[in-house]
């Protein structure tokens, strides 16, 4: 087992260590899958990261968007600081794939602008995947696309070593050879810089650098330096130096693989010509063969991946080689443990991302675009997802029905089924099994947070004076220094009532869609800090929004049935009032829908659950108290000082990177910040 020393200042509190527990008796028996119901506030990413060190095996943290993602990984950095934690999401900053429509003859070439610290983070994962059994990696959906064979990554990697025999020309040789491009003047991560008998290779993973000093075909010294233009060069005996880039195969597959590509070309062409597809076919042999000419002289090509079946040896229709690969080719199918994060969003998404893979490839092949084996170039199908993964834990305050279905269908199997795409993802109601026992084989509970917080209070109340009374409502909350949310169906109706109420005296701001980027943090900043009342918005406010400060949710045209106003939605909705002492929710509506009988029924048992406990340990709520700074994320350079007054040129040049990656991970309230200390140089 692994050495996971899991660094925390504090311990499981509430039912944290019962759902530890069961958790670890789970996996203990060898369950391949549990749920784990834990409210919003709970600390589900707590109780993870004890079942993680507890279990003592490498883990996937799989998350639905970035931006949670991101705030996972610097959570469990804090609570693993000795060991190797990951962040593996896309590395496109902007996505446009190929595509074309048929209907207006229009093709859309792919168009990318990459980011290269999510790179770096990306190869930083797969190296330490392949080298270390103390990993945790933090990923988005990502995790099921393909990014070349771990084998071919592992044996192309180069060691070198004090003494070794090797020329100049042998080790630059080498590194071209991994796709390292020479770069004599700004090495970056994937490339490297020769300057006399010495050679300064900047790995990908971006950590710094390593010099290799070479005499009479001879190594005589080798170096190892940080990124910082003053850390200090450390003298090693060793190293190993991975791929510049994925998509990289072993030079004696290439030209095999290359034989094949063509192969299929010809047959290709011969099907569109006997079709009368003359345009098609003269299309695709120009682009196929340009490409087939570009990777026997370089290794590479533009939309290489598209011809990774080839490259990877793979048969038609098999999947591609994907991150848990890599999980699988250095630990064993068993040997790690999935978290699914968010599972009601994220496993839908594991569904959904193939379909769409599929429909716009066809339109490709058939037009003369692509070949048919790029349709091998796509994510993992849910059932292929699902092949490939062992022990998993499911975690989210409204489980759907696939996840709760599957533990408990495999805890009490004697031989357990593999899931079925066509799972339901409905919302479920736990209710339905509210009179069991709250902990269960392959189903966990983790009901009281820390604080001793409850769920909201619940009111049902007529659209009939609906406004009249909301205002009453928040002018109440407004003189105990609370904060409110009302949420709203459409933009223009969130726009309508923000308008109404400031004519009503009321500090308020609506968020929506059409909000610019980097002012959505500032209007919740504002909120927090009482500069704003109020602020209407639509589905902005639901996972991942913790704003303490929030005691009432008003929540219009609850009765009105669809995705943001099903249980699941409501039940999430309702969570964000679930962090302050007096928390409450107004639910306005004409009619009681399933959906709002549910999740009425579902936040009742909870705080019902929730205060019981409280009351047999003699535990008074505590509101949550979150300090205004955000954690940095990942993705982005962090300055050390945001003082205009301290600027230089290239510390100036580092906070506009800084901001504009903030931004682009979503980190908004840090690029506004980052912004500010801009313009304030600006007017200096």
């Known amino acids: 087992m692994a050495p996971f020393n899991l660094t925390a200042p504090f311990e499981p509190t509430g039912d944290q260590p019962e759902a530890i527990a069961a958790l670890m008796q789970g996996l203990a028996a060898g369950l391949p899958f549990q749920t784990l119901l834990g409210v919003t506030g709970s600390g589900k990413t707590f109780t993870s990261a004890n079942v993680i060190a507890q279990y003592g095996k490498p883990a996937l943290i799989l998350s639905h968007n970035k931006t949670l993602a991101a705030q996972l990984y610097e959570e469990l950095r804090r609570f693993f600081p000795d060991n ?3 962040y593996f999401v896309s590395y496109y900053d902007y996505y446009q794939p190929e595509a074309y429509i048929p209907q207006s003859d229009t093709y859309i070439q792919k168009d990318a602008s990459t980011n290269e610290e999510l790179d770096r983070l990306r190869h930083a994962t797969v190296q330490a995947l392949l080298t270390r059994n103390d990993v945790i990696v933090v990923a988005s959906v990502s995790a099921i696309y393909g990014i070349g064979s771990p084998e071919n990554y592992k044996a192309l990697a180069v060691s070198l070593a004090r003494g070794a025999t090797l020329s100049l020309r042998g080790l630059v040789e080498q590194l071209i050879d991994l ?3 020479r770069n004599d003047t700004d090495p970056v991560p994937g490339s490297f810089r020769i300057r006399g008998n010495e050679v300064v290779i900047v790995p990908p993973t971006g950590t710094g650098s390593v010099i290799v000093r070479i005499a009479e075909n001879r190594i005589t010294d080798m170096l190892e330096r940080g990124v910082g233009l003053t850390d200090p060069e450390k003298p090693i005996a060793k190293t190993t130096i991975f791929p510049g880039r994925f998509w990289v195969s072993p030079e004696e597959q290439i030209e095999p693989a290359l034989v094949l590509i063509e192969h299929e070309l010809e047959e290709r062409l011969h099907e569109l010509t006997a079709q009368g597809k003359l345009l098609e076919a003269d299309r695709l042999g120009q682009r196929a063969r340009a490409d087939i000419a570009l990777m026997r002289e370089t290794g590479m090509c533009h939309g290489i991946e598209n011809y990774s079946r080839h490259l990877d040896g793979r048969e038609p229709g098999t999947p591609p080689f994907t991150l848990v690969d890599y999980f699988n080719h250095t630990y064993g199918k068993d040997e790690w443990l999935l978290v699914v994060d968010e599972s009601h969003q994220t496993l839908p998404q594991v569904r959904g991302m193939v379909r769409g893979d599929n429909a716009r490839k066809d339109v490709l092949i058939e037009h003369g675009f692509r070949l048919p084996s790029a349709k091998d170039n796509r994510p993992l199908t849910f059932e292929e997802f699902f092949d490939r993964i062992g022990p998993t834990i499911f975690q989210s305050a409204t489980p759907a029905n696939f996840e709760l279905e599957i533990s408990q269908r495999i805890a009490n199997s004697e031989s357990p089924v593999a899931p079925k795409g066509s799972g339901s993802s409905e919302s ?25 917080l409850l769920d909201p209070t619940i009111e049902v109340r007529h659209t009939e004076g609906q406004l009249p009374y909301l205002v009453e409502q928040i002018e109440a909350r407004i003189t105990k220094g609370q904060r409110v949310l009302i949420t709203t169906l459409t933009k223009r109706l969130a726009e309508e009532l923000t308008a109404w109420l400031r004519d009503h005296d009321i500090k308020v701001e609506y968020l929506h869609s059409d909000v610019k980027t980097l002012e959505r943090p500032e209007i919740l900043h504002k909120l927090r800090s009482g500069e704003v009342d109020v602020v209407v918005g ?21 009765d009105q049935e669809g995705f943001l106003r099903d249980e699941t939605s409501l039940v999430q909705v309702m969570g964000r009032a679930a962090r302050h002492t007096e928390g409450h929710v107004i639910l306005f509506a004409d009619r009681m829908t399933k959906s709002m009988r549910r999740a009425i ?12 406990y409280n009351r047999a340990h003699g535990i008074t709520p505590v509101g949550t108290v979150r300090s205004m700074e955000q954690p ?16 230089n040129p290239q510390a100036v040049k580092e906070l506009r990177r800084a901001m504009k990656k903030a931004a682009e991970n979503l980190d908004f309230e840090k690029a506004a910040r980052i912004r500010d200390a801009l313009k304030k140089l600006s007017r200096e």
């Open 84 to 86: 190797a934690v990951q």
């Open 179 to 181: 796709q390292y491009d």
């Open 428 to 452: 479920y109601s736990p209710s339905a099994i509210r009179h069991q026992p709250r902990i269960l084989k392959g189903f966990v509970e983790q009901l009281v947070r820390p604080t001793g």
């Open 538 to 558: 639509i589905n902005l406010l639901r996972e991942g929004l913790d704003l303490p400060e929030v005691s009432l949710i008003g929540i219009l045209d609850a």
């Open 601 to 612: 029924e579902e936040t009742t048992r909870r705080r019902e659950h929730q205060a019981a």
């Open 632 to 647: 940095s994320l990942v993705g982005q350079r962090k300055p050390e000082n945001l003082d205009a007054t301290t600027m």
